[in-house]
């Protein structure tokens, strides 16, 4: 049920590497997969979940803090009126 978790210690310029190269293959599953490619939709999803980890893994720089929800509601505003 439960996964053995590995550490892995990488700098982050490594990280920013593997997370393009992951975007990379990404798109080129999504072409396979569209193509109808065997296999190519189950490693595309594969993909997608290692940038899902990837993106909640990533440390967060504090000149770059996430938006709070009050923001992107008004960000939203201008589009609906």
């Known amino acids: ?3 053995k978790q590995n550490k892995l210690v990488l700098s982050t310029e490594e990280i920013e590497a593997i997370e393009a190269a992951l975007h990379t293959q990404s798109q080129i599953l999504n072409v396979q997969a569209s193509a109808g490619g065997n ?3 189950t490693r ?3 993909v997608k979940q ?6 909640e893994q990533k440390p967060v720089a504090a000149n770059e803090s996430r938006c709070p929800r009050t923001h992107r ?3 939203m505003t201008r589009l609906f009126g």
Request: a negative charge; charged letters at 5%.
């Open 1 to 3: 049920m439960f996964e």
């Open 39 to 41: 296999g190519a939709l």
């Open 44 to 46: 595309l999803n594969a």
């Open 50 to 55: 290692a940038l899902s980890t990837l993106a």
């Open 73 to 75: 509601w008004f960000g």
